[in-house]
């Protein structure tokens, strides 16, 4: 895993994965794109852990990424992330399976996802519950722990209480799986006492952290910027352009006019020999 606010970002409004969701990719583009969408969010992509597992060296890899962030699938950003004491700002690597265009990502660091996107997002969602999932994933860890289909859902509204009282999953397997019996002969009548008795006390639930601001930011140089003004991740001054408008005063001397200016204002002092006399 990467530190903390830095790894991969899944970005919402994906379609399901296929098996040929970089079909339109070069070879090598569609295999390091198809490794990244199976990493879990907060994966290290960078450049050198990527170089240490996939058989591509880290030129390869970063021109890889360059293309990705052409082709729609990858963003680099930050977020201004508000909590409590501070406001943080923090690294992100936003990815995407389904490739988006310029106005999409401008959307999205605006904090908003397209409605077509959160339709689409919305008929995506697991049909399995958390609670489910952990209840039918004990019997890989602790066979004697095995539950049916029937037990999962029977046992599945007392997982979800422990979840609402703020319980995390490593302390619900603990309560469910320490200290069991040599032989275990119902193992849901078993786990339902379990639940019933070490259920914890509520939990106050600590402030989610907000962001306030997201940015992208250019690929090669790192300035900040939104999708408009950096199509396929790359600003302006790094694909070439040359902004018309000044970057300085309004009134500053123009770099081919600086000598003489100089020249002028030297001219225009007195000589060293007279400063004394006035």
Not at 38 to 63: E, F
Not at 137 to 165: K, M, Y
Request: glycine share 8%.
């Amino acid at each position: 895993m990467a530190g903390p606010g830095y790894g991969k970002r899944s970005a919402p409004g994906q379609r399901p994965r296929t098996g040929h969701d970089f079909a339109h990719l070069l070879p090598r583009d569609a295999a390091v794109a198809a490794y990244i969408d199976g990493l879990c969010d907060g994966a290290d992509i960078s450049v050198k852990t990527l170089a240490k597992t996939l058989p591509y060296g880290q030129c390869a890899l970063r021109t890889t990424l360059n293309r990705l962030q052409e082709a729609g699938h990858l963003r680099r950003g930050s977020e201004c992330i508000a909590t409590e004491e501070a406001l943080l700002w923090v690294t992100r690597t936003f990815f995407s399976r389904t490739w988006h265009d310029d106005d999409w990502w401008d959307t999205f660091i605006r904090g908003d996802v397209p409605p077509e996107q959160d339709q689409e997002r919305t008929s995506q969602r697991p049909t399995l519950s958390r609670s489910f999932i952990l209840l039918a994933a004990l019997g890989r860890h602790t066979p004697t722990l095995t539950l049916s289909h029937t037990d999962c859902v029977t046992l599945e509204p007392q997982i979800t209480e422990w979840f609402e009282r703020g319980a995390t999953e490593p302390e619900v397997l603990h309560a469910l799986t320490e200290g069991l019996p040599p032989r275990i002969h119902h193992p849901a009548a078993l786990l339902r006492r379990r639940l019933l008795d070490k259920l914890p006390p509520v939990r106050e639930a600590s402030p989610t952290p907000r962001i306030v601001l997201r940015t992208l930011e250019c690929r090669e140089c790192r300035a900040p910027g939104n999708a408009h003004a950096m199509p396929g991740g790359l600003c302006a001054p790094c694909r070439g352009n040359t902004p018309n408008t000044p970057t300085g005063p309004t009134d500053a001397v123009p770099d081919h006019g600086v000598h003489a200016r100089m020249s002028a204002v030297r001219a225009g002092l007195a000589p060293r020999a007279e400063r004394g006399r006035r």
